[in-house]
C-alpha cells in the first residue's frame, strides 16, 4: 500500500513503522484473546509480530522504492514461494530437507515463526538469531525505501525548470 499510495522517502518508512506496530499489537491480542493460542508475554509476542510485519513489508515497499512496482512482485516472490514453504512453520525448519530449512531461516517467514516460537513458548531462548535476521530485514527494506525516495527526488530535483514546465503543461 505505501507503493501503491505513492509514499516515498521518510513517510513511507513512518508509514512501515506504524503500520507494522499496529499489526504487531492487533494479531497478538487476536492470539491471546481469541485464539488462545500463544501463551507468553504479550508485549514480546506483539514485538515480534511487529517485527515480522515490518521485515517483509519494508523489504518490499523498499525494492518497490529502488525497481518501481515490479519490486513488489520480485520480494512478494521471494517471500511466499521461498520463505513460507521453507519456513518451518507448520512443523520445524529441522524436518525440512537440506537446505531448505536453512534457507528457510534466513528469510522473514523462517525467522519469524522460530522468534514468535522462542518468545511465546521457551522464554525466549535461541532468540537472537531469528531476531537479528528480521532486524536486518526490516533495516535493509527501509534503507532501500529511503534511498529510492531520495534518488526519486534527486532525479526529478534535477530536472531543469524548462522541462518541469513542459511536463505540467502536457499532464
Not at 61 to 71: C, E, F, P, R
Not at 104 to 119: E, K
Not at 141 to 163: F, H, I, V, W
Request: hydrophobic share 55%; no cysteine; net charge neutral.
Amino acid at each position: 500500500m505505501v507503493t501503491v499510495l505513492g509514499l516515498r522517502g521518510v513517510r513511507a518508512v513512518l508509514a512501515l513503522l506504524g503500520t507494522s506496530a499496529l499489526v504487531g499489537m492487533v494479531a497478538a491480542g487476536i492470539a491471546h484473546s481469541w485464539l488462545g493460542v500463544l501463551t507468553g508475554d504479550w508485549w514480546a509476542e506483539a514485538a515480534v509480530l511487529g517485527l515480522s510485519t515490518l521485515a517483509v513489508s519494508g523489504a518490499v515497499a523498499g525494492l518497490a522504492a529502488l525497481v518501481g512496482t515490479v519490486g513488489i512482485g520480485i520480494a512478494g516472490a521471494v517471500v511466499m514461494f521461498l520463505g513460507n514453504p521453507f519456513s518451518g512453520a507448520a512443523s520445524a525448519p529441522q524436518m525440512l530437507p537440506e537446505p531448505a530449512g536453512a534457507i528457510g531461516q534466513w528469510l522473514p517467514p523462517g525467522a519469524g515463526t522460530t522468534l514468535l516460537r522462542s518468545v511465546a513458548y521457551f522464554d525466549g531462548a535461541a532468540a537472537t538469531g531469528p531476531a537479528l535476521t528480521l532486524t536486518w530485514w526490516a533495516a535493509l527494506g527501509l534503507g532501500a525505501a529511503l534511498l529510492g525516495g531520495s534518488l526519486r527526488a534527486r532525479k526529478t530535483g534535477d530536472e531543469p525548470a524548462a522541462d518541469r514546465q513542459e511536463l505540467a503543461a502536457v499532464g
